[in-house]
């Protein structure tokens, strides 16, 4: 059973518009949590990691992310869309282990209009 | 700089011949791990490691070999490459609880 799921496969917004993008993962452990952006042709970036205490996690590029226990989520959340944010972004998590194992969600394609 | 390095970037081979991609980390991280990046499936765990001579499979293993010899380095070895090991490929590192590391990525095409 996939460990972490992404349901949003494409998402489309406008420059300056919101994002969220969601990620739910499927076990009963509390996991640690990643989100990773990667932009074409490019390797992965850490955007923000979730490994306990405050739900609300701060990242980079004006990213956060809330960890929500009750419904097993970890959405991504932007105010103001950029340009520059199109990318593929990529939800992970080690299921609470640290013994080097991601798992990863099969990601989220976001495209900005200008 | 704490970095993660893979090479080659891009390779082209033939079916059945040997290859090895190199993966090095400065970091001195106990965790090293390798993954196949395939659209629409995400990244895809080949092996990992959790320290010097420790190693085990992940979720894709077959048609793949590795070592760590060294803390430092965990090379991926394709011993008879087929054409459904075209992928990119990600070498990561980790303390544990300070996240992963990401290597620039190995794009491999088997002819």
């Known amino acids: 059973a996939q460990s972490v799921t992404q349901p949003d496969i494409h998402i489309t917004v406008s420059e300056g518009a919101s994002l969220e993008l969601r990620c739910n993962y499927s076990?009963?452990?509390?996991?640690?949590l990643f989100w990773y952006v990667q932009s074409p042709g490019q390797g992965l970036q850490l955007l923000l990691k979730?490994?306990?205490?405050?739900?609300l996690v701060q990242g980079i590029k004006g990213f956060e992310a809330e960890f929500k226990r009750s419904q097993s989520s970890f959405n991504l959340r932007k105010p103001s869309v950029h340009w520059s944010d199109a990318a593929e972004y990529f939800c992970?998590?080690?299921?609470?282990?640290?013994?080097?194992?991601?798992?990863f969600g099969r990601g989220t394609q976001l495209t900005v209009w200008p | 700089e704490a970095q993660v390095t893979q090479n080659p970037r891009y390779l082209i081979t033939v079916t059945g011949k040997k290859l090895t991609v190199t993966c090095s980390q400065n970091?001195?991280?106990?965790?090293m791990s390798w993954y196949r990046q395939d659209p629409g499936l995400g990244l895809r765990q080949i092996y990992y490691?959790?320290?010097?001579?420790?190693?085990d499979k992940g979720d894709v293993p077959e048609g793949y070999k590795v070592s760590r010899k060294e803390k430092r380095n965990f090379p991926l070895i394709l011993e008879s490459p087929s054409p459904n090991q075209t992928s990119l490929y990600f070498c990561?590192?980790?303390?544990?609880?300070?996240?992963?590391?990401f290597g620039s990525g190995t794009r491999l095409t088997v002819v």
């Open positions: 990561a590192s980790s303390s544990g609880l300070d996240g992963y590391t």
């Open positions: 076990y009963g452990a509390t996991p640690y």
């Open positions: 490691s959790m320290n010097v001579e420790v190693t």
């Open positions: 979730y490994f306990s205490g405050d739900t």
């Open positions: 970091m001195n991280h106990e965790y």
């Open positions: 992970a998590s080690d299921r609470g282990s640290t013994l080097g194992r991601l798992y």
